[in-house]
């Protein structure tokens, strides 16, 4: 896997993390409306983060496949 994708899924994770804590009031000294809100933000963020991220590697793999397709058909024609 390549250091991007790492990097996105943590970066999604710790997002994701700081929205769920925001949410459940362990930060201090911020008014409730304001928690919600934001934490409701940051754990929209991290999920459409990490949704980013798997369609790219889904993506990766198919254009993978069809390279390794058009190798061996072209492999398939051009031997003889």
Sequence with gaps: MSP???INIFTSLVVFIVGLVMLLG????IPMQSRVIF???FMSYGIL???NV???IRVKKQNE???KM???TDDLIHKK
């Design 26 to 29: 362990l930060i201090p000294n």
């Design 4 to 6: 991007v994708i790492i």
């Design 54 to 56: 798997q369609t790219k």
């Design 70 to 72: 058009e190798k061996n």
């Design 39 to 41: 934490g409701i933000i």
């Design 49 to 51: 983060r990490f949704i």
């Design 65 to 67: 496949m069809r390279e």
